[in-house]
């Protein structure tokens, strides 16, 4: 069983509508959780970043931790055709010093028509 | 504002044959890192540096080498290409923690 598993899609959805991403994990001792988000022939930019169980928002994404059910997801309101991407979840057991300890979804390939 | 800066973006190897992939930073990061990104497999770390002079195996480092001579530079050597090998290679740094910054890539096809 993988540690982190992630639907790699791919999704496709009409402008405007409300997108739901999600993650599922094993390891009970990951307590950071990151969305990256990958654009064509680019490396990931880190999208959003929280700490254990809860929401945290940005603009039109909201970010959310089930730790119980240790279930991710990142949604995205308004959603507009430049966020058109692949969506990487990321997590680690502790903030560590170095990024060493990172454990990756596969990704998800997200499309929004216009 | 380079960022992190990767050469060359494109490559095609034959078997065996050697290159060394390049990857600069102008942010002064301490810490930086080797991956690999395969469809359907996520990115999957090959070496990593925590400074100059200080390098440690990730997930999978086999038939990979890398240097760290300076804060700036961490080139991946890879000695005797196999096809197994074929991947996209990207390079990232951090200050602390897992915020990674990355490079835009080099897709190697080895041959």
């Known amino acids: 069983q993988k540690e982190v598993e992630q639907d790699p899609g791919p999704l496709s959805v009409p402008e405007g509508a409300i997108v739901s991403l999600n993650c599922t994990y094993s390891n009970s001792a990951f307590q950071y959780f990151m969305w990256y988000r990958q654009y064509s022939r680019k490396g990931p930019e880190l999208l959003m970043y929280?700490?254990?169980?809860g929401n945290k928002e940005d603009g039109r994404f909201t970010a959310q931790v089930d730790k119980s059910s240790k279930y991710i997801s990142l949604f995205i309101r308004d959603s507009q055709p430049s966020d058109s991407a692949t969506y990487l979840c990321?997590?680690?057991?502790?903030?560590?010093?170095?990024?060493?300890?990172?454990?990756f979804g596969e990704g998800t390939q997200l499309t929004v028509n216009p | 504002n380079a960022g992190v800066t990767q050469t060359p973006k494109f490559r095609i190897l034959k078997i065996g044959q050697s290159m060394t992939l390049q990857c600069a930073q102008d942010?002064?990061?301490?810490?930086m890192y080797w991956y690999r990104q395969d469809p359907g497999m996520g990115l999957k770390l090959i070496y990593y540096?925590?400074?100059?002079?200080?390098?440690d195996k990730g997930e999978v480092p086999n038939g990979y080498n890398v240097s760290r001579s300076t804060t700036e530079d961490f080139p991946l050597r890879l000695e005797l290409a196999a096809p197994s090998q074929t991947s996209v290679y990207f390079c990232a740094s951090s200050y602390s923690g897992p915020k990674l910054f990355f490079g835009s890539g080099t897709q190697l096809s080895v041959l």
């Open positions: 990321a997590m680690s057991a502790r903030e560590e010093t170095s990024g060493s300890r990172l454990t």
């Open positions: 540096s925590v400074g100059a002079g200080i390098t």
């Open positions: 942010m002064n990061h301490n810490y």
């Open positions: 929280t700490y254990s169980s």
